[in-house]
T-cell receptor, first 113, second 116 residues
């Protein structure tokens, strides 16, 4: 089976812009979770989608949003980018949720200038 | 609220020596616990997970972890370190209370250095 893929792998944006990141889960996986990884805050949960519905949400401002399509592919969007949004954004998929194995993609590294 | 604490942000061992990475969790109910490894410029890979079936859990690459409820610990060990084990290791707990949702709570991570 193909693994979790994320596009793009690297991205440079300027403050105030918006960005959309994409995640394609493993075939058959219905749960897609997003995490932000930074040196200071570590790995933080952003949100999770299951069968096109947001099932769980972390403590991030409303500038961070996401969606899931009928084929389980997911996108996350960050509007009005801030310097502090520079991070590695990781997507993970699993069959039903985090109690099964979550398979992580390689991440999208976002740099905000 | 659930939380995970990894003791020691950096651990250095010699090749062939015992690896011990410490993880303590806070949870009011039996947790699901995980260890993940992250190599540079890569995503996370599951090493092993505890789901209450057995307290000693064996994972990939010779790693194992023991769940100790009395100590609220889930330390990761490997008898003999290999150079290829150098990476960052994360302990995580699955959030309880709302079913099997896709949320993991991670510790701050421990960077393992293996010296030749």
């Amino acid at each position: 089976k193909a693994g979790v893929t994320q596009t793009p792998r690297y991205l440079i944006k300027t403050r105030g812009q918006q960005v959309t990141l994409s995640c394609s889960p493993i075939s058959g996986h219905r749960s897609v979770s997003w995490y932000q990884q930074t040196p200071g805050q570590g790995l933080q949960f952003l949100f999770e989608y299951f069968s096109e519905t947001q099932r769980n949400k972390g403590n991030f401002p409303g500038r961070f949003s996401g969606r899931q399509f009928s084929n389980s592919r997911s996108e996350m969007n960050v509007s009005t980018l801030e310097l502090g949004d520079s991070a590695l954004y990781l997507c993970a998929s699993s069959l039903q949720g985090a109690r099964e194995t979550q398979y992580f993609g390689p991440g999208t590294r976002l740099l905000v200038l | 609220a659930q939380s995970v604490t990894q003791l020691g942000s950096h651990v250095s061992v010699s090749e062939g020596a015992l690896v011990l990475l410490r993880c303590n969790y806070s949870s009011s109910v039996p947790p699901y616990l995980f260890w993940y490894v992250q190599y540079p410029n890569q995503g996370l890979q599951l090493l092993l997970k505890y789901t209450s079936a057995a307290t000693l859990v064996k994972g990939i690459n010779g790693f194992e972890a023991e769940f100790k409820k009395s100590e609220t610990s889930f330390h990761l060990t490997k008898p003999s370190a290999h150079m290829s084990d150098a990476a960052e290791y994360f302990c995580a707990v699955s959030e309880m209370g709302s079913g099997n949702t896709g949320k993991l709570i991670f510790g701050q991570g421990t960077t393992l250095q293996v010296k030749p």
